[in-house]
């Protein structure tokens, strides 16, 4: 395969750097820990949690744990979804650079038939 | 109107000594290097809006919800290359940079001379093999189809590429392809008369006719090229009410584009000539 050209390398890599930004902060949400207002729980603590209007609720450990496991996958999902999406549009800048290069070169040889008769 | 053409006084000595190197002849123009404002406006606005976002996110971080620390992680991983690529341009742009100031494309009779970062290259008109061509709708007083951005490849294997972000390309650009146009002209129409075929891209010159992916238009239908611009530009064949005919392709994708119209009518007008 024809390489491509440095632009196409420089648009592809810098696709590549978000996607893998995406992956990293899909890796650093992943961890199983239970969290209150940003902060990690222990089993043994009890979070408060105040709504808009003043009502006071209690969760404890477990409920939150359930919850957030819930939601987890989602954002997971949905961050390695785009940040996959950004590495493929990488690879596809990638590939059909390479195709126009080829293409390139061969109009490239062809010319050189006639400029070297002339 | 003001033209940035200046005189052939004060020609740096690697640029004469790349010249006669190349037997360019007498220098005729030069051309200053630009500062990319469209590439600097680009990457600065980009750079502004993220850091925006990224900046509220940030502070609704620190203030709110810890956990729109992801949101503005990202922002701020889109906003750095923006924010990177920017201030790249500018230090690098004849703006900024006093060495950046020096570039130039010197034109000279028989080809031309581009003093740049890399180095000082000197090309002939006659030495151009392949000229791939993107052009642009220009609405200043040049007209109106206009090569933007440039490829080359030389005989000697040497590859080019020039930008409307190096020099005023809606000058030197319609310069430079006239030139290789009229300097190939001869040795495409000297290989053609031999009985060869002469191709550019996915169109290729027969004795009879133009022939497109194996489609064959025939001379008695072709009245002349056309080259329309959309988004991109692309070259047709028409007959002579300049209804389209045959092919339409890709003229920015096109080998030596301007040459092949140079061919066509240069066919045509022998047997329009040839036909009275």
């Given amino acids: ?118 | 109107m003001t033209l940035l053409v200046e005189s052939a006084l004060g020609l740096a000595p690697d640029v004469t000594v790349a010249a006669s190197m190349r037997n360019l002849g007498e220098h005729r123009e030069s051309y200053p290097a630009v500062t990319p404002k469209p590439l600097m406006l680009a990457s600065g606005m980009f750079a502004v809006l993220f850091g925006v976002l990224a900046g509220g996110a940030t502070w609704g971080a620190i203030v709110g919800d810890p956990a729109v620390w992801i949101a503005a992680t990202i922002l701020w991983a889109i906003t750095a290359p923006c924010l990177l690529g920017f201030l790249w341009v500018l230090l690098r742009s004849p703006a900024v940079s006093r060495r950046a100031r020096q570039f130039r494309v010197h034109v000279f009779e028989h080809g031309w001379v581009w003093a740049r970062r890399s180095g000082t290259e000197a090309y002939r008109w006659d030495e151009v093999q392949a000229l791939f061509a993107n052009l642009a709708v220009f609405t200043a007083e040049v007209g109106s189809r206009t090569p933007y951005g440039i490829r080359i490849a030389a005989v000697d294997g040497r590859r080019m590429e020039i930008w409307q972000v190096h020099v005023d390309m809606a000058r030197f650009g319609r310069l430079l392809t006239a030139r290789v146009a009229q300097a190939q002209l001869p040795k495409a129409m000297a290989y053609f008369d031999k009985g060869n075929p002469v191709t550019f891209g996915d169109l290729t010159v027969t004795d009879d006719g133009v022939a497109f992916q194996g489609i064959l238009t025939p001379w008695s239908e072709i009245g002349g090229v056309e080259i329309d611009h959309t988004d991109q530009s692309y070259l047709s064949l028409v007959d002579r009410q300049y209804r389209r005919r045959g092919a339409r392709v890709n003229f920015g994708l096109m080998a030596n584009g301007y040459t092949f119209v140079l061919m066509v009518e240069a066919i045509l007008t022998k047997l329009r000539g040839v036909g009275q």
């Fill in chain 1, 1 to 118: 395969m024809a390489k491509p050209k440095a632009g196409v390398v420089v648009g592809a890599s810098v696709l590549a750097m978000i996607g893998v930004v995406f992956f990293v902060v899909a890796a650093f949400s992943s961890g199983g820990e239970v969290t209150c207002d940003g902060k990690t729980m222990r089993p043994s603590d009890v979070c408060l949690e105040v709504a808009k209007d003043g009502r006071k609720t209690y969760h404890n450990f477990a409920e939150l744990k359930a919850e957030q496991d819930a939601r987890r996958p989602v954002l997971l999902g949905a961050l390695g979804g785009i940040g996959g999406l950004f590495v493929l549009a990488a690879g596809g800048f990638l590939v059909a650079g390479s195709r126009e290069n080829k293409k390139d070169q061969a109009q490239i040889e062809a010319a050189a038939a006639w400029m070297r008769a002339g």
